[in-house]
C-alpha cells in the first residue's frame, strides 16, 4: 500500500494560471518535501516542511508557495503558472533519522 | 561547486556482469542514501547508508565518510536493473535536507 501519493499525477495548465499539486503521507513522518526533476538538473528542493503548519524554502522556491495544514497533507502552489514551470514534481516524507520515500510523481505541463 | 558527483554518468553492461558506482562528496553529511529510478518513474530507497557497509541481495552500498565516497555495487546484472540510479546526501547542518548527485544512467544488454 502506497504511502506517498500525489494528485494529479497528470497536469496541464495554462500560462498564468493557478496550480494546486497535492501531497498525501500515511508513514506519520515530521518532515515533507517538494522536488522537481529537469534534464540536466537533476532533483531540485523547492520547499520543505517540519510538520504541521511550518514551511520552509528551498533552493529554488521562487514562484512556488507551500502549505502544511496536517501532518498528512503538504501542497505545493503555482499562483501565477510560467512554462518555465513544466516538470516532473515529487513529493516526499522523511522520518526522524532522515531516510526520505518518494511519492509517484505529477507531470506537469504548463502551456 | 557541486557538492555530490556522482559516475560514471551513463554504464553499458552485459547481463550477469558487475557494475560499480562512485559518488563522491565534498562535504561533511549526517546521512547517505541511494535511490533507483525506472524510466519515467518515482524514486525507491535502496540504501540508507550514513556509513559502513550494507546489503541487500545483489546490491551493496559502501559509505566511507572521511574519504568522502559512497559506493553502490550490483553484482550479476540483470536486464530488471536498468535505470538510474541516484545517490543524496544530508549535509551535516542542512536540516534534514537532501541533496542529490546527477545519477548513473545503466543499461543492462541481455
Known amino acids: 500500500e502506497a504511502a506517498v501519493t500525489q494528485s494529479p499525477r497528470n497536469k496541464v495548465a495554462v500560462t498564468g494560471g493557478k496550480v494546486t499539486l497535492s501531497c498525501n503521507q500515511t508513514n506519520n513522518h515530521n518532515n515533507m518535501y517538494w522536488y522537481r526533476q529537469d534534464t540536466g538538473h537533476g532533483l531540485r528542493l523547492i520547499h520543505y516542511?517540519?510538520?504541521?503548519?511550518?514551511?520552509e524554502k528551498g533552493d529554488i522556491p521562487d514562484g512556488y508557495k507551500a502549505s502544511r495544514p496536517s501532518q498528512e497533507n503538504f501542497s505545493l502552489i503555482l499562483e501565477l503558472a510560467t512554462p518555465s514551470q513544466t516538470s516532473v514534481y515529487f513529493c516526499?516524507?522523511?522520518?526522524?533519522?532522515?531516510?526520505?520515500?518518494f511519492g509517484p510523481g505529477t507531470r506537469l505541463t504548463v502551456l | 561547486g557541486q557538492q555530490v558527483q556522482q559516475s560514471p554518468a551513463s554504464l553499458v553492461l552485459q547481463e550477469g556482469e558487475n557494475a560499480e558506482l562512485q559518488c563522491n562528496f565534498s562535504?561533511?553529511?549526517?546521512?547517505m542514501q541511494w535511490f533507483y529510478q525506472r524510466p519515467g518513474g518515482s524514486l525507491v530507497s535502496l540504501f540508507y547508508n550514513p556509513s559502513g557497509t550494507k546489503h541487500s541481495g545483489r546490491l551493496t552500498s559502501t559509505t566511507v565518510i572521511k574519504e568522502r565516497r559512497s559506493s553502490l555495487h550490483i553484482s550479476s546484472s540483470q536486464t530488471t536493473d536498468s535505470g538510474t540510479y541516484l545517490c543524496?546526501?544530508?549535509?551535516?547542518?542542512?536540516?534534514?535536507?537532501?541533496?542529490f548527485g546527477g545519477g548513473t544512467r545503466l543499461t543492462v544488454r541481455p
Open positions: 543524496a546526501l544530508e549535509p551535516d547542518n542542512a536540516g534534514a535536507k537532501l541533496t
Open positions: 516526499a516524507s522523511g522520518d526522524e533519522f532522515y531516510e526520505q520515500y
Open positions: 562535504t561533511s553529511l549526517n546521512s
Open positions: 516542511s517540519y510538520g504541521a503548519g511550518s514551511t
